[in-house]
């Protein structure tokens, strides 16, 4: 018999996501949900979703939520966690609403929330945070009774994410030709986002200025120093590595985080490094930022150049992955109930903080945000 394990005082899990088109009819739709209110004509938003028409429109993310779900459930039940799993998106079907009101229906009332982006910052946090606030308000609205939702911590240094990739590196190492391997270039990388929410992403003491990234970069850069001393520990090279960028999708004249993927193959290139492994360390999926940024367009950029290069996983529905969002949600019920239990993280940064305090990863305009410390509950009504 497994081991029996207390999620009280949860009733369940949500796996919430940011959602993907599941054929090209949906291209579109799901890109006007995802920009919706920048005012971006139709026509643009077709020439943006060519990135998905070449995989027959289909984003692979929720084919990866459906066996992140499979791999939670399993776990949970080998483990004697006697607690359901849902999942919900930001921007496409199953919607967050949506599924929200089918666990209240089911007689839900408290509720730990998965976000899948392992680190601090507003597009990954706190717009989650602000989701999840919007769905409670229209619950509200419609006279159903209103759960409570805390979202567990940030699981960027948690050894369950972080192992799998140091293996996914050493995997890709090894795919590269023997001549090359040990001057492989490791390069690290995450979605770019603009300098000034980089600068404010994580608490108010980890906010900075110019351009130095706030915990959105130290995180990475935490990660990025820890996966790349495993790898000197197991392989006996001490590979040179850089946090990089890919994904950019802002006006030019708007400063983002650099420098960007395909530029730096360029200088590494240049410099004679012999080979580079790509190493997507900032996504928990192999979905369309990594199938066409890196896959297609990174690794066409090094074809170009003649730069042997090889792409690691992502830790996906990874086992030791499931057991650690175990792991949170079980850490963080015990805190609940008033325990004080250990915190498994890696490298130099302590674990995350539970509850998102004031000020952390702030909004673009005020907005209210579920699941943090200014939280006080649903407006009355849902917004429009």
């Not at 990089?244 to 395909?262: F, K, M, N, T």
Request: net charge negative.
């Amino acid at each position: 018999m497994p081991e029996q394990r207390d999620p009280s005082p949860y009733d369940a899990l949500l796996l919430l996501s940011f959602g993907g088109p599941e054929g090209p009819d949906d291209v579109v739709p799901f890109l006007e949900n995802v920009t919706r209110g920048g005012g971006i004509p139709r026509e643009r938003l077709k020439e943006v979703g060519q990135h998905y028409f070449l995989f027959g429109g289909v984003s692979p993310i929720n084919a990866q939520n459906r066996e992140l779900l499979d791999a939670l459930r399993s776990d949970f039940a080998e483990y004697g966690l006697d607690l359901p799993v849902y999942w919900g998106n930001r921007n496409w079907a199953p919607y967050l609403t949506e599924t929200l009101r089918t666990m209240v229906h089911d007689g839900h009332r408290r509720i730990a929330v998965l976000a899948t982006s392992a680190c601090a910052s507003y597009s990954g946090c706190r717009q989650y945070r602000e989701n999840l606030a919007d769905a409670l308000a229209t619950l509200q609205s419609e006279g159903l009774p209103v759960p409570e939702v805390d979202k567990l911590r940030h699981y960027f240094n948690h050894p369950g994410f972080v192992r799998p990739m140091v293996d996914g590196v050493l995997a890709s190492l090894a795919a590269l030709p023997q001549d090359v391997r040990d001057g492989a270039h490791l390069a690290f990388t995450t979605h770019s986002i603009p300098t000034a929410a980089a600068d404010t992403s994580g608490t108010p003491g980890d906010h900075t200025r110019g351009g130095e990234g706030g915990a959105y970069v130290a995180q990475h850069l935490d990660v990025a120093r820890t996966i790349a001393d495993a790898v000197r520990a197991e392989t006996g090279v001490d590979h040179p590595w850089r946090l990089v960028y890919q994904s950019r999708s802002g006006a030019p004249h708007i400063p983002w985080l650099e420098p960007d993927i395909c530029d730096h193959l360029e200088e590494q290139h240049a410099a004679g490094v012999p080979a580079v492994v790509m190493a997507p360390i900032g996504f928990v999926s192999d979905h369309m930022e990594v199938k066409y940024d890196l896959d297609t367009e990174a690794t066409a950029k090094a074809a170009e150049l003649g730069l042997p290069v090889a792409r690691s996983a992502t830790v996906g529905a990874d086992p030791r992955f499931a057991a650690a969002v175990r792991d949170l949600l079980l850490e963080r019920a015990a805190t609940e109930r008033g325990g004080t239990p250990e915190r498994c993280a890696l490298g130099a940064l302590a674990a995350s903080h539970d509850l998102c305090p004031v000020g952390c990863c702030p909004a673009r305009a005020p907005r209210p945000a579920a699941a943090g410390a200014d939280w006080r509950g649903p407006v009355a009504e849902a917004p429009a």
